[in-house]
């Protein structure tokens, strides 16, 4: 069992950087690998970022070049660092434990969802 506590979404400008956190409980996490989600109003839950439990990470091509994941084993946390924010990246982000890594399916541990808005 894996339980998963999201932190650090909220209102930003164009432009601005936001980094999202998420705590996980037990030994699990070392060997899982690890997803960042995202969902806009109207649309689909699609993944963002991922890395896996050796630090392999991929980020989707619409947040290529801005958004950074990565993971701390020590402290049972992974994080979404945000850059250059743009209000289509405006949605609620999840983290995701047992992501699989090749097909972006996600696994069965879902964070309570954090939202992130862009906006002037």
């Known amino acids: 069992q894996v339980q998963l506590v999201e932190s650090g979404g909220g209102l930003v400008q164009p432009g601005g950087s936001l980094r999202l956190s998420c705590a996980a409980s037990?030994?699990?996490?070392?060997?899982?690998?690890m997803g960042w989600y995202r969902q806009a109003p109207g649309k689909q839950r699609e993944l963002v970022a991922a890395?896996?439990?050796?630090?392999?990470?991929k980020t989707e091509n619409s947040v290529k070049g801005r958004f950074t994941i990565s993971r701390d084993v020590a402290k049972n946390t992974v994080y979404l660092q945000m850059n250059s924010l743009q209000p289509e990246d405006t949605a609620v982000y999840y983290c995701?434990?047992?992501?699989?890594?090749?097909?972006?399916?996600?696994?069965?541990?879902w964070g309570q969802g954090n939202q992130v808005t862009v906006s002037s």
């Open positions: 037990g030994s699990m996490f070392r060997v899982l690998n």
């Open positions: 995701n434990a047992g992501t699989n890594f090749l097909s972006g399916v996600s696994g069965d541990y």
């Open positions: 890395i896996t439990s050796g630090g392999s990470t």
